[in-house]
């Protein structure tokens, strides 16, 4: 009878164990260098915790036309107008849903100084899209990014 119990208990961690972990399967996938669909800028996606973020490390023309580093000239917060674009995180809180899809997230388009709500959907290991939208999906619009690689010194 305790056998029995045993490997009915057994069956049902397993039960609730096995879909958790395929849940899970794929999604560091987003982790990586991606470059835009314009080639314009280039983002580290970094994952803390259970969210996944992006960041800017390389621009197509990171000067300005005074020759210095262009700034977040068109934030809506005067405050942070000054910060430099290198470094700046435009992706942020995304969780990994499942099915190579992350949602919840938000992106920043520092061209327009605006903030999207976000998904990300990858099509293969190299390729995703990335939809911002205000509202629902269907008012928005996708770019799709490509991975690069990450060379090592």
């Not at 990858?122 to 996708?142: H, L």
Request: charged share 25%; aromatic share 10%; hydrophobic share 35%.
């Amino acid at each position: 009878m305790k056998k029995h119990i045993l490997l009915l208990f057994s069956l049902f961690l397993s039960s609730i164990a096995i879909p958790a972990l395929a849940q899970n399967q794929g999604s560091d996938d987003i982790v990586g260098l991606w470059e835009t669909g314009n080639g314009k800028a280039r983002i580290l996606i970094t994952k803390a915790g259970n969210f996944y973020y992006g960041r800017i490390v390389w621009l197509k023309e990171p000067l300005n036309d005074e020759k210095k580093p262009k700034t977040d000239k068109n934030n809506p917060d005067e405050s942070k107008r000054a910060a430099a674009l290198l470094g700046l995180k435009i992706l942020s809180g995304f969780e990994y849903k499942g099915e190579n899809t992350w949602e919840d997230g938000t992106i920043y388009d520092a061209e327009s100084g605006s903030t999207y709500n976000c998904v990300i959907n990858m099509e293969d290991k190299n390729t995703m899209n990335i939809r911002g939208f205000i509202g629902i999906s269907a008012f928005g619009r996708t770019d799709v990014w490509k991975r690069l690689e990450i060379k090592k010194k």
